[in-house]
């Protein structure tokens, strides 16, 4: 009897330690999609993974792979995650509201301390956990309120792309050149079109800092701007492209998610700037680049600081020396001939910090110049809500606070519609 007990015994170690080892399995529903890292083996791990505190990280995206917004957030996390052996959990498809609060909870529940959300919607879900879970940490990008939050365990995260559409900025102004000098245009003709979301601060910046750009090398351009009121919705992007094309604009861009605009451009043989990633896929003969910003050092540096016992900065911003700001390579099949190399110059010049973005000399208001701004960059009552963000002659984006809170309406740049 004591034989067959100690058979029994092993047999049932034996299946423990089976289930022990298989692999965590992707799940997958119509709204929400979970993916699980696979795990190395223990010795493996040991072996790459410096002595720490160990990180398990879960990330809450609004979108899917199919929103390129969505799968720039993605594919950083897969590689920030898997350079550092680090487990990770991907939850897609999560809105702006309950959700994301919910979310998070679930990947508390399964062992995550480290939690990254991706929309800005997410802000106040993200801090009701935060407040609830004080040893879980979590990082938000774009939002606003960590500063004044004062929680050690909740930061914010952004990057100075604002240098990377200005540097998309230029290629767009050289291939107007090009147009001006090939004679399909004329300089009075170079108007470009841009798709934006809402008329948030972050894509006020990113349309400003991009039309900005193009004027630096083609001092003729002017720009008409529409909103879609979604961060994606293809077919509203299609149809802003379209009526920027119509009404005259011989270059496009955008700051939304789909490949609704890129699609437009390639129809109508526009030439498109596009943003989060390259469309080149969908968009060969019209693509001419895009930047991005590259979240996997911001992930990186969240993980290491975790594993090694350190404190997470409350408002972290990116900048090109971090590798945070990118563009694509340049499609030089449509691109302007010294595209490549007035593009390096000028990112030499921003890094070197001899150029700025958003020098006051190179812009007007309303026909004035401006040599002072109140800029909004506290979002907390108690906290004085106005900061002086033009100095030495530059409006400051991005220094008080990572996220954008460059909100003028510059001359040259016309709306067509502010509804959102």
Known sequence: ????????LVLAMALGLCACSAKPQNTQTTEIQTETAEEAPAEEAAEEAPAGNTVKAGFIFLHDENSTYDLNFL????????????????????????????AAMELIDEGCNFIFADSFGHEDFMIQAAKENPNVQFAHATGTKAHTEGLSNYHNAF?????????????AGMKLNEMIENGTITADQAKMGYVGAYTYAEVISGYSSFFLGARYVCPSVTME?????????ETAEKEGANKLIQNGCVLISQHADSMGAPTACETAGVPNVSYNGSTESVAPNTFIVSSRIDWAPYMTYCMECIRDGKEIETDWTGTLATGSVKLTDVNTKVAAEGTVEKMEEVKAMLENDSLEVFDVTTFTVDGKGVDSYMADVDTDPEYTPDT????????RESKFRSAPYFDLQIDGITLLDTAF
């Open 159 to 171: 990057a100075e792309i604002f240098e990377g559409r200005f540097l998309a900025g230029v290629a």
């Open 75 to 102: 594919n950083a996390a897969k590689e920030a995650c898997e350079a550092m052996g680090v487990e990770y959990i991907i939850k897609t498809n999560i809105p702006e509201g309950q959700e994301c609060y919910d």
């Open 388 to 395: 002086e963000a033009v100095v030495d002659g530059a409006f």
């Open 1 to 8: 009897m004591k034989k067959l007990l100690a058979v029994l």
């Open 225 to 233: 701007v529409t909103f879609t009121g979604s961060w994606y919705d």
